[in-house]
């Protein structure tokens, strides 16, 4: 079996939800299938570190896919002329995006349908693509994969799918995340937080991710409780970042508040591992890695009410409406205050993160692989 890939969110030393999923599966599937034929598609020069195996062979295809009117060209033309040629058997998609020009079969992996929730949060030209585009790819897909049971529902809802055709795959932690001794812990807040406790974010910075939020909480924290505790919001700054850029320069915890911008894995790991507790209450998440990263480092989940979170998290976090700025700054404080507490949810995440491996995920995206390799 000849199996085409959309390998374009594989980029050396940028790696982030998407690419990471596209990283951990893809591995797994070649390492597992070496009687199959892989060829990654690439839409610009790639590293060699991304061919895993002698059986992957990589492929650039012109223009560069990261715009929707190359999105179009790369996919409805540079792919589905290159499948062709190529005689493949099936093409796997990992980031949402299908040729529809293309007659072969595909399978298409589905991280959210976020920009239905909330179309105000993305560009126009993008927002027109995803709503035109998004349900043709999983109406045509003759295999499509969801990383939740929220997400499979969302699309079975909004574009009336057959719920047979979908199966949930996970996303997981990776390996590199593991709690950290308590020496380690304060050699590195020394470094980069001036020896203080910290609060950590991990993500993009856009109003979907309600960062304003953690803010707004933050800041109640701080001032009724006088803690010396210190905020890390971890990631780039990615769209619509106006509001959030004037809240945090008026801010009067400003000071508290530390963007170190994108990191290495090591870094992020100890990042991660280092923090009280991490806090995740986005209005809408497909999954949510970060949230597997910091159960597998023994640091403590508040998390908000809203789509995959809960599902994601169980009982291994404390849940805060999506809105309550009041509600988070309590959690907050009993993060700090209840040894119990913590040591409760330390504990459960543990057991939780056990659930999710990207093993898994790999089996259940090459499950999808083969049914449609046999469909026809």
Request: net charge positive.
């Amino acid at each position: 079996m000849r199996v085409v890939v959309n390998a374009r969110f594989l980029i050396k030393d940028k790696l982030e939800g998407i690419g990471w999923f596209s990283y951990e599966v893809l591995k797994r599937m070649v390492l597992a299938h070496p009687e199959i034929e892989f060829i990654f598609l690439f839409d610009r020069p790639f590293d060699s570190s991304f061919i895993f195996a002698d059986n992957v062979k990589g492929v650039r295809l012109s223009p560069p896919a990261r715009h929707p009117f190359l999105w179009y060209v790369w996919f409805e033309w540079a792919v589905a002329r290159y499948v062709k040629k190529a005689s493949a058997d099936v093409f796997f998609s990992p980031d949402g995006f299908l040729s529809l020009r293309s007659k072969l079969p595909q399978v298409v992996v589905c991280h959210d349908i976020a920009f239905e929730h909330f179309p105000q949060y993305v560009p126009g030209l993008v927002k027109r693509y995803y709503k035109y585009f998004t349900p043709k790819y999983v109406q045509s897909a003759h295999q499509v994969v969801t990383v939740s049971n929220f997400v499979k529902q969302d699309i079975v809802q909004y574009y009336g799918i057959d719920a047979s055709k979908i199966t949930v795959a996970n996303n997981a932690a990776r390996a590199a995340f593991k709690p950290m001794s308590q020496s380690a812990r304060d050699a590195f807040k020394a470094k980069h937080t001036h020896g203080e406790d910290y609060f950590i974010y991990v993500g993009a910075i856009h109003p979907r991710k309600n960062v304003e939020l953690i803010i707004q909480a933050f800041e109640q924290y701080k001032l009724k409780t006088k803690s010396t505790i210190k905020l890390v919001l971890l990631g780039r700054l990615a769209w619509q970042t106006d509001t959030f850029e004037r809240q945090l320069a008026h801010s009067p915890v400003r000071q508290d508040i530390i963007l170190p911008g994108y990191c290495t894995t090591d870094q992020l790991v100890q990042y991660t591992a280092g923090a009280q507790a991490m806090i995740y209450v986005s209005k809408s998440e497909g999954f949510g890695i970060p949230l597997l990263e910091a159960m597998q480092c023994g640091v403590p989940l508040i998390v908000s009410d809203q789509t995959s979170l809960p599902e994601v998290a169980g009982d291994a976090a404390l849940i805060c409406p999506v809105d309550d700025n009041d509600q988070l700054a309590v959690y907050m404080e009993a993060i700090m205050l209840d040894e119990d507490l913590r040591a409760d949810l330390i504990q459960k995440g543990y057991k939780r993160v056990k659930h999710y491996t990207w093993d898994r995920a790999a089996k259940v995206c090459f499950d999808a692989i083969e049914k449609a390799a046999h469909s026809n």
